[in-house]
């Protein structure tokens, strides 16, 4: 067993997939930095854990049952709490990676980085900087320039990816198709899409939509 130095860095693992979760933890304790203070299985767990064990960094899972890691993010920063927090997630949409960002994350990495930059991205956010991959935080930087979608504009940009003509999606919405139009031409507009196909494609990719909605 690796003895732990004075200065290491106590992580909190917080992941749905309890295989994942020992996963990480038997990768990370082979650092002699790094201590695990504790895994939970979902946020609201994770929220108990970190008044018990006071982490300096949470590795968090976006995408779980119940609290969603942008929802525990919010929750930390509503109480006040001061934990630095770094994003683990097999998901990269823009939307996803803006969210995360915007609710308090400092660091964002894919589940199939190496445990070299995992670790390297522990100790930057650590040390107090932001740990966010060149190709991603690209993508963030265009979204955070990007003119926001209103929720009318997103109401009629999931009916748009069904395929369903103006008049179809003005009745379902209770209202006129030139009014329909107007939104569709600013949702093309904004999307910087040639169509309205090509739009509500960008939509799916980027994350604004979700096509099971």
Known sequence: MLEVPASSIR????DDHPVVRAGLS???STQAELEITGSAPSGEDALVLIKKNRPDVILLDLRMPGMTGVEMLLALKAAGVSVRVVILTNYETDEDIYRAVQAGAQGYLLKNTSLQEMVGAIRAVHAGKRYIPRHIASRLAERMVRTDLTARELEILKLLARGPTN????QALGISDHTVRNHVFKIIEKLEASDRTEAATKAIQRGLINVDD
């Open 26 to 28: 038997s990768m990370l």
């Open 167 to 170: 008049k179809q999606i003005g």
């Open 11 to 14: 992580i909190l693992i917080v």
